[in-house]
Each structure stands twice: as C-alpha cells, then as structure tokens.
C-alpha cells in the first residue's frame, strides 16, 4: 500500500522547507538527519560529563585549603602560576622547597612568604 500524501514540513536540522511523504518525517534528507543525531549525542555526553567536572574542581579546592605541604600541581593552581614559573622561583631561592623522591613539595608557609615581603 502505498500513499500519496504530500506535507509541506520545515528541516528541524537547517530550516528549509521540503516535501514530506509521511506525517513523521522531520528531516529534509539523510544528511541532516545524521548531523542532527550526531548533535544529539554530542549534547548528551556533555550533559553528563558537566556535573562531574565541578565536583572534581571543588574537591581539589577544599582538598588543598587544609594540607600544609603542597604539590607543584596543587600550588601551581592555588597561585594562579605555570609549573614552569614555579621551578623557576624555586631555583632563583625565592621558594623553598624539598624533594621526596622525585617529588616535590612546598611548604605553605613558603608560599605565604611570598605575599610578605
């Protein structure tokens, strides 16, 4: 059984105008239906992903106000500094820190040296 029906409809994808065979049809071809599903997908995995991102950057915030010995990455974002800016300081003697195996850490006093002088 086939059917005649014609409907004028509108792209939900690009907004053109086209002619629709059936009363479901809501792209004008293949290819918009594909990005549109492709968009679809995109938005949902970023659904997901948002939440968890700020609960990582809030732990890592709440995590370093309480420690008295800081990492290079941890002291790198509470000071708003690259790693780079950082050795550099350590190396010029401007901070103090200290090497426990091939870590590095610095003391928060050191940091709050700084903002003294």
């Given at each position: 059984?086939?059917?005649?029906?014609?409907?004028?409809?509108?792209?939900?994808?690009?907004?053109?105008?086209?002619?629709?065979?059936?009363?479901?049809?809501k792209?004008?071809?293949?290819?918009?239906?594909?990005?549109?599903?492709?968009?679809?997908?995109?938005?949902?995995?970023v659904?997901?992903?948002?939440?968890?991102?700020?609960?990582?950057?809030?732990?890592?915030?709440?995590?370093?106000?309480?420690?008295?010995?800081?990492?290079?990455?941890?002291?790198?974002?509470?000071?708003?500094?690259?790693?780079?800016?950082?050795?550099?300081?350590?190396?010029?003697?401007?901070?103090?820190?200290?090497?426990?195996?091939?870590?590095?850490?610095?003391?928060?006093?050191?940091?709050?040296?700084?903002?003294?002088?």
């Amino acid at each position: 059984m086939s059917s005649n029906i014609r409907v004028p409809k509108i792209c939900q994808h690009c907004g053109t105008e086209f002619i629709a065979k059936t009363t479901v049809t809501k792209f004008c071809g293949d290819n918009c239906a594909k990005r549109a599903y492709k968009k679809r997908k995109r938005d949902q995995k970023v659904q997901e992903i948002a939440p968890t991102a700020v609960q990582k950057q809030e732990y890592n915030q709440e995590q370093v106000r309480d420690k008295d010995f800081l990492s290079i990455a941890e002291t790198c974002k509470l000071l708003g500094a690259s790693r780079m800016t950082l050795y550099r300081q350590i190396k010029n003697g401007k901070i103090q820190a200290a090497k426990i195996g091939s870590r590095t850490i610095i003391k928060r006093e050191e940091i709050e040296k700084l903002f003294q002088r």
